[in-house]
């Protein structure tokens, strides 16, 4: 059946995910307060208040969420708060549809699972007792047992997005023609540490939606796109960025050791696997609100486990639209991307939200 109408239950897939776990995929870690209430930092993309340190409370019992901070909902559109759907649409930039085929893809839910236990986000076993993991959780993403192909590495929109040939034959990127998911879009093979291809995005190249596709079931918090190749670099230093055009772009310019988060949040699974790999850290995220405010949230997570530098990229600009001087000039400047902790980071950041 085609996924993009397969009928998804809404009910199901709310009852049987609870907010906490679904937050810990995110990588946000909240304070528990009083009993089912957990509250900090507000981990939307819109929230931009560096006052409202505590401003996300979140009712595990209820299964919802609220931001308090108005410019947060200002931004939103006047909407406070919501259950795990909303806030996967929100953090994902897709519909309420797509939010909850995305959660039934992922975690194994569907319209045919068990009634939940009423306010629990859980359901039911078949013997009665109660489960704080009803659904399955992958804790690894299969590989895929085909490659596509033919895939042009020449298309235009390479060239508009400043990839180079070479580079694009390099990460096996290019324009797919073929029938399929991702037909007419440009592909990018995204591999697990291991190396085995386990998925591609499927980038559009005009004004479809969604902007990226990528197989049913497929989690990009298992992963970090480019970590196989940054690894066998050699270096114990590495980029750390956003998307993968910001990826091939900067490989492009020089430096090999850089991985992308595939977003701007960094989950419990990629940080083990950036501190089982890697001796030192160089964020490198948008030079938008939002992408200082994931270098804030990233530096935070990290704390004084790793060595971390940050870079700070020209404001409303993303990595990708840097030429290669313009990028080496930051990555190579000891003043831009000179060594400091996270607290450190969140001062400056602090700074910088203010003057905004």
């Not at 996300?56 to 299964?63: D, H, Y």
């Not at 540490?193 to 004004?207: E, K, M, S, T």
């Amino acid at each position: 059946m085609d996924q993009s109408r397969a009928w998804t239950d809404f009910a199901a897939v709310k009852a049987a995910l609870g907010i906490e776990r679904l937050l810990e995929q995110y990588g946000v870690k909240l304070r528990r307060r009083v009993g089912s209430h957990l509250r900090g930092l507000c981990p939307l993309p819109q929230h931009s208040s560096w006052e409202s340190r505590e401003s996300f409370i979140v009712n595990t019992r209820k299964n919802v969420w609220v931001c308090h901070s108005q410019s947060c909902v200002a931004a939103r559109g006047g909407q406070a708060g919501g259950n795990v759907l909303d806030l996967v649409a929100i953090m994902e930039h897709c519909s309420i549809v797509e939010a909850a085929r995305r959660l039934s893809a992922r975690f194994g839910t569907d319209g045919h699972m068990g009634r939940g236990l009423e306010g629990t986000g859980f359901k039911k076993n078949e013997g009665g007792a109660s489960s704080l993991f009803p659904f399955s959780v992958a804790t690894q993403n299969a590989p895929l047992r085909f490659v596509l192909c033919p895939v042009d590495s020449r298309h235009p929109y390479l060239h508009q997005r400043g990839i180079e040939y070479q580079t694009a034959e390099y990460f096996q990127a290019g324009f797919y023609s073929a029938s399929g998911l991702l037909e007419g879009r440009v592909v990018i093979p995204v591999h697990n540490r291991h190396g085995q291809l386990v998925a591609y995005a499927g980038r559009a190249i005009g004004q479809a939606e969604p902007r990226y596709k990528f197989p049913t079931g497929f989690q990009k918090s298992l992963e970090l796109f480019n970590l196989h190749r940054a690894v066998r670099s050699g270096d114990r230093r590495v980029v750390v960025m956003e998307g993968f055009f910001d990826c091939m772009r900067v490989h492009q310019a020089g430096f090999p050791n850089v991985v992308a988060l595939m977003g701007s949040a960094l989950s419990a699974t990629q940080q083990e696997l950036l501190l089982a790999h890697f001796g030192e850290l160089v964020l490198m995220m948008d030079g938008d609100k939002a992408g200082r405010r994931a270098s804030q949230r990233i530096a935070a997570q990290l704390g004084n486990q790793i060595p971390l530098r940050v870079v700070e990229v020209p404001a409303d600009r993303q990595p990708d639209q840097l030429n290669g001087t313009e990028i080496r000039r930051l990555l190579e400047t000891d003043g831009a991307a000179a060594q400091i902790s996270g607290a450190e980071h969140n001062a400056r950041i602090a700074t910088v939200e203010r003057s905004l």
